[in-house]
C-alpha cells in the first residue's frame, strides 16, 4: 500500500484512568493484519487523574499512526464518553469509524472482518462480540452472561430486529455518522453506544451483527457485586428505551425466578414445565454462542460448566439487578457521577 492511498479506518479510543489496561488495548489495536497505512488510532486522554496521558504517550512514541488528543469539557453540552468522542471524530480522518475501549482487546482481524460487513450495501454499522475475562468462577459466569447476551442479540438481528451493540467493539460509516448529525446531535446518554446505534438504524441504515472468532474482543470483568449492579443499572437505563415489548421480555428474563415460583404456588406442574422450558432454551442459546466463537477449543470447554451454573446466577441476580436499578441512587461510571 502506497501512503498516498486513501486512508480507510480511523479507530477511536477514549481513555480516563486507565493507565493500567490501555498499553494491552493499543498493542492489540497496533498488530491488526490490516495494512498501516489504511488505519490510524486515535486516543482521547478525558481528563484523567492518573497518568492514562503519560503512559498513553509513551505507549505510541514509535507509532506514527497513533495519535493522542487532550479532550477538554464540551462547550455544546456534550458530556463522558459521548464528548470524547464526537471530539475525535472531528479529528478522524477514515472513511469509516470503529471504536473501542482502552480496557478492551480486539482481534488481529478485527479491522478486515467489520470491513467486510461494513461494505454490504446499505450498511451503516456493524457490532462484533465482546467479552470479558477473567480468572475467578465470578469472572467466568459473566463471560457465560455476555455471550447469552450477545448470542440473542445475534439471532434476533437475523430476523432484521435491531437490539443494541456495544461501543467497545463497534464500526459506523461516516455517512451514517454524519447522517444522524454525530453525536453533537443525539440526546446525552449513559449508553452512548445504544444511542447512536438506534439514531444510525432509524435513518434507515442496515445493520449486522457478528457473532464469531474475528470479531471477538476481551475486555476485564467486574469485581465485586456494587460494581456488576452499577453496570447493570447503567444498561437498564439504556434499555428502558427499547420497544415496550423487548422491555417488558427483559423483565420477565430478570424475574423469572419469583415469577415461576408465584405460578408454581398456583399450578406446580404448568411452572415446572414452563422452567424446564425456559432452562432448556437458555443452555441451548449458550452452547450455540461457544460454538460460533469457540467451535471446540479449550477456552469453550473452560465454560461448560458455568453454563450450567448461569442458571443460577440469573436466577439469583436477576432480580438483584431489578431491584437495584429501581433504588433512587445515581449512576457512577469512569469515576463520574450521573441522574
Not at 210 to 225: C, E, G, M
Not at 246 to 265: E, F, R
Not at 281 to 304: D, E, K, M, S, V
Amino acid at each position: 500500500m502506497q501512503d498516498s492511498e486513501p486512508l480507510l479506518v480511523s479507530v477511536l479510543i477514549a481513555a480516563r484512568n486507565e493507565e493500567a489496561t490501555l498499553p494491552a488495548s493499543l498493542r492489540a489495536v497496533s498488530r491488526q493484519e490490516a495494512p498501516s497505512t489504511r488505519y490510524e488510532v486515535l486516543i482521547g486522554n478525558d481528563q484523567s487523574t492518573d497518568r492514562t496521558g503519560e503512559v498513553a504517550a509513551a505507549c505510541i512514541a514509535d507509532q506514527p499512526r497513533f495519535r493522542l488528543f487532550t479532550i477538554e469539557p464540551s462547550t455544546t453540552g456534550l458530556a463522558g464518553k459521548a464528548n470524547v468522542l464526537a471530539q475525535l471524530a472531528h479529528h478522524a480522518r477514515g472513511h469509516y469509524l470503529f471504536f473501542t475501549d482502552a480496557d478492551t482487546q480486539v482481534s488481529a482481524d478485527w479491522i478486515a472482518a467489520m470491513r467486510t460487513s461494513l461494505a454490504e450495501p446499505g450498511v451503516g454499522l456493524v457490532a462484533g462480540v465482546t467479552l470479558p475475562r477473567g480468572h475467578r468462577p465470578f469472572h467466568h459466569l459473566q463471560t457465560v452472561d455476555w455471550l447469552y447476551n450477545h448470542t440473542l442479540t445475534y439471532l434476533a438481528g437475523k430476523f432484521g430486529i435491531p437490539v443494541t451493540a456495544m461501543g467497545n467493539n463497534l464500526a459506523v460509516s461516516r455517512a451514517a455518522y454524519a447522517a444522524v448529525g454525530g453525536y453533537e446531535a443525539l440526546p446525552f446518554s449513559v449508553v452512548e453506544d445504544f444511542t447512536l446505534f438506534r439514531a444510525i438504524v432509524k435513518r434507515g441504515y442496515g445493520f449486522r451483527y457478528r457473532l464469531d472468532a474475528h470479531v471477538l474482543a476481551y475486555t476485564q470483568p467486574v469485581d465485586t457485586l456494587g460494581a456488576w449492579l452499577q453496570q447493570r443499572k447503567r444498561w437498564m437505563r439504556g434499555a428502558s428505551a427499547l420497544p415496550l415489548w423487548m422491555v417488558a421480555s427483559l423483565y420477565v428474563h430478570y424475574l423469572a425466578g419469583p415469577l415461576l415460583l408465584l405460578l408454581a404456588l398456583i399450578a406446580p406442574a404448568p411452572a415446572l414445565g414452563l422452567y424446564l422450558l425456559r432452562f432448556g432454551l437458555q443452555t441451548t442459546t449458550i452452547f450455540f454462542g461457544l460454538h460460533r466463537l469457540y467451535q471446540t477449543n479449550p477456552p469453550a470447554r473452560r465454560l461448560w460448566p458455568y453454563a450450567v451454573l448461569f442458571e443460577l446466577y440469573q436466577l439469583l441476580m436477576g432480580p438483584l439487578s431489578v431491584a437495584y436499578y429501581w433504588l433512587p441512587t445515581r449512576i457512577t461510571w469512569k469515576d463520574r457521577r450521573y441522574d
